[in-house]
């Protein structure tokens, strides 16, 4: 199976900083990683498909690149509504994974 | 406006069974795949179960293999999971999910059923 390690586990920011969470595959994937967002209590939301593809109406401040092993989500200017966990996931094969997740607080 | 919506959740013993439902609106169901995503209390994503359009290929994830079952009737645009010799680790609020094309996102997620083992 794929393992996928997110880093870090946890950061806090500001309103206006500029975020980027690390995904790492196990094994080379392509560009086969899909990123989420989700908020307490809610189902998780698309934000990103093919590693740098942009969901339809998600905002531009994110963004996301990688293939093989190694994948970034950055969010260029951090907005209230933002604080939130992030997870990747593969597609490559299955069985599809899930990275643990990147909970991005307030500081 | 394409939506799913999950039923069958409820409080089951371990060893017991229950079969999750997933109604499709807004989409002609029976062009895509669907998947069963779950969620632990207060951890993350498992990926749990895929089925592709036709109904005729499954995949599992080796947590659930050989207890729980996918299947979808695209008359009823409806995607169910049996789960079944449940555990107490199988307590979570399962998602139902469409699959989409480039890169297989999950695009679309229901709200979710929350599934709970206990005796």
């Known amino acids: 199976d794929i393992q996928l390690t997110q880093s870090p586990s946890s950061l806090s920011a500001s309103v206006g900083d500029r975020v980027t969470i690390a995904c790492r595959a196990s094994q080379g994937i392509s560009t086969y990683v899909n990123w989420y967002q989700q908020k307490p209590g809610k189902p998780p939301k698309p934000l990103m498909y093919a590693a740098s593809s942009l969901q339809s109406g998600v905002p531009s401040r994110f963004s996301g690149s990688g293939s093989g092993t190694d994948f970034n989500l950055t969010i260029s200017s951090l907005q209230p509504e933002d604080f939130a966990v992030y997870y990747c996931h593969q597609t490559y094969n299955t069985p599809r994974t899930f990275g643990q997740g990147t909970k991005v607080d307030i500081k | 406006e394409v939506q799913l919506l999950e039923s069958g959740g409820g409080l089951v013993p371990p060893g017991g069974s229950l079969r999750l439902s997933c109604i499709a609106s807004?989409?002609?169901?029976?062009?895509?795949?669907m998947t069963w995503v779950r969620q632990a209390p207060g951890q993350g994503l498992e990926w749990i179960s895929l089925i592709y359009s036709t109904g005729t290929t499954m995949y599992y994830a080796d947590s659930v293999k050989g207890r729980f079952i996918i299947s979808r009737d695209n008359s009823k645009n409806t995607v169910y999971l049996q789960l079944r010799s449940l555990r107490v680790e199988d307590t979570a609020v399962y998602f139902c999910?469409?699959?989409?094309?480039?890169?297989?996102?999950?695009?679309?997620w229901g709200q979710g059923t929350t599934v709970t083992v206990s005796s």
């Open positions: 807004g989409l002609k169901f029976d062009n895509y795949a």
């Open positions: 999910t469409k699959m989409a094309g480039v890169a297989n996102p999950l695009d679309v």
